[in-house]
């Protein structure tokens, strides 16, 4: 039996893929923290200082420690002291183009020198250690790390890497078909690790906080071994998202007990680091290399033009009305969509993909979200700059959504869904189905009652609850058990109020109208020394300001809400380079915000919606509040097209083209949920209405 250069190199030094996110790599120079002699104080950010910004999502405070430090995270030896030093503690893009020409040629000539040869030798600046991923058509059939420290490092990283892609299922039928040279069609992914920098947390909570997640990677260093988790690999599992979990897992793997930090003795001798590091990456074997920012590019705001806004929302536009399928069964596929004439086929929003995965999970989206894709398809159908092909489909669309929705039992269907389907039917009505009519005296009906009943019961300086299940078929409220109110359904209820209102305003009857101005009396009134519970109501209230059967006394109070949220946001919003405030913050997170109601730490596209709310406040704004809103919504737009699906973020996933187009929930997670890509519509399409409409 033959075998290649590469085979050869193989069986001498062959290892079977370890099941974790890292590798053990013993070392000489790692050793463990030492204790300073004298502790001073670590300043912590307070919460109302802009600087908690910064510290918490651009680096690890590297400061001197508190007293409360835990006692195993503040030892220091001289080495890791040493990195942390002002001098060069990143690898440069040079280095890394060097180590992947090199690694590349080697796969494609199927051979890798030995590793005594001078040939495997490749000189890397700042670079502490490698980690090589190896993908086949987007799946992910080897990863290989070293830490050695010495020019050795990509050659032994991408042959522990190539190792395990030989002993892939998919890899060993290849070579049937293509002989030995298979190592030439796999694509490559390297990352080269800076210097280690202390991590300081008395928790492994504390700790997490202050890494950046998918930009950071993370050590835990016991004894002389290190062992890393590399944000190349974080990113490829998408478990950068959770930077605690990351290193619980590495203490584990490093052969320590599984509790937190205050439990490790001085014994165990155990710190923890981060380091910054460089990647670059090609979508398949024969692709240009890019370098890799949180799996994509940082998008420049010079980029941001009144062209790319239009061919965002045509884009986010198509996207969405492709996402609406038959409830058939068969979820993630083409033949399961509607087509653009179809009104009687029960359809739905597909859920959130997991493009690691490759699934839908959930399969379809809620209500709420299908009844705003609705409403944001609909805008997007009257919106003269989207394409005469895709607004039709986007007309189509959101009708099929419409009546499958309003087909529901009055019982089961949440009240901000009839609201979102008012507004939706409402901005169609010009090529609204024959039966439309019906369909807005049940809507009015169910949505004058909520109103009605919000409006009773504004008492004691707090704004009772609307429950879907608290309105009968007739729309007449019933009692709702206070048990059946949590608190996230009174932290939206000033939302809630103003949807309802507007979507009473849209659907212009008598009724509704003195519905809808008593309610939005009512609410400005009661929040008029807390408007800041007002701001996740600001797509409602532009919308309301824009209505023409407003009371011009009312209309100026609505506006003059919309101009303190736009001058809020405005001081809160990140921007790189222009603040204060956003010092140290990475550039990719520029235009986003920290939302009390955000489920994580990191910003993400929870605030999209707030900004269509001040992209469509710009049409009813004049003055300074007006070019406010203008230059923030210019951010926020910058901030959508960071999260947009695209290359060269896809290139690292299976099936790209099944994703493009479709926004992710955050920049440390892969997973792109439907409110992402409707908020994301809804905030092109307005900045293109007021660009249209100064």
Known sequence: MSYSNLQLCFRRRSSAARPSIATVVPTRAAVPFEARGAPSRFHLCGLLHGGLLACCIGATCVATMDAHASPMNVRMDARVAAQSAPTITTPTTDSAVAAFLAARAWLDADALPAVESPLALVSLDATTAVCVILRLDGRIVGVGEDATGDATMVRRALGRAVTKALGDETIRAVRQTVGDRVTARLSLELELAGALTPLLGRTVADAAQRVAPSRDGIAVLRAESVTRAFPCRLNAADNADRPDRTIATLLVEAGLPAKDLPQYTAEDRVSLARFSSVRIRQDDAQSTPTIIERGGRTIELVEITPALTRALAAQLCARLAGQVVARNGNKSSESAAITATTTSTAVALLGTLNPTAAMYDPPFAGER??????????????????????????????????????????????????????????????????????????????????????????????????????????????????????????????????????????????????????????????????????????????????????????????????????????????????????????????????????????????????????????????????????????????????????????????????????????????DCPPSALIAGLLLALEAIRAAENP
């Not at 394409?387 to 087909?407: E, G, I, V, W, Y």
């Not at 140290?584 to 269509?612: C, E, F, H, N, W």
Request: charged content about 20%; glycine content about 4%; hydrophobic content about 45%.
């Open 369 to 670: 979200d299908g009844a705003l894709a609705a409403f944001a398809l609909a805008r997007a159908a009257t919106t003269t700059s989207i394409p005469l092909p895709t607004r039709t489909h986007a007309r189509a669309r959101a009708n099929a959504l419409l009546q499958s929705l309003l087909m529901q039992s009055l019982d089961a269907r949440p009240i901000a869904v009839d609201a979102y389907c008012a507004l939706a039917l409402c901005t169609l009505e010009q090529d609204a189905p024959q039966h439309s009519s019906a369909m807005r005296s049940a809507l009015t009906t169910r949505i004058v009652a909520a109103l009605a009943r919000a409006n009773e019961t504004t008492t004691n300086n707090a704004v009772a609850p609307i429950d879907a299940a608290a309105l009968n078929e007739t729309g007449n409220p019933a009692p709702v058990a206070e048990e059946k109110v949590d608190n996230a359904a009174r932290a939206n209820e000033p939302e809630l109020i103003a949807l309802l209102a507007a979507a009473a305003l849209a659907l212009d009857s008598s009724e509704s109208r003195t519905a809808a101005i008593a309610a939005i009396d009512a609410l400005l009134t009661h929040h008029e020394s807390s408007r800041a519970q007002l701001v996740d109501a600001t797509l409602a209230i532009a919308l309301i300001a824009q209505s023409p059967t407003l009371p011009p006394p009312l209309r100026a109070r609505c506006v003059e809400q919309l101009a303190r949220t736009v001058e809020v946001i405005a001081r809160v919003q990140i921007r790189a380079g222009e603040s204060e405030f956003s010092a140290g913050i990475p550039a990719d997170l520029d235009g986003g915000l920290l939302l009390p109601s955000a489920k994580g730490r990191l910003p993400d596209t929870q605030s999209l919606r707030v900004a269509a709310g001040v992209a469509s406040a710009q049409t009813s704004l004049s003055g300074e509040p007006k070019v406010s809103a203008a230059t923030t919504t210019r951010h926020f737009m910058r901030f959508l097209a960071q999260h947009i699906a695209d290359d060269p973020w896809v290139g690292g996933l299976r099936d790209p083209a099944s994703i493009r187009g479709l926004v992710r929930g955050s920049l440390a997670t892969d």
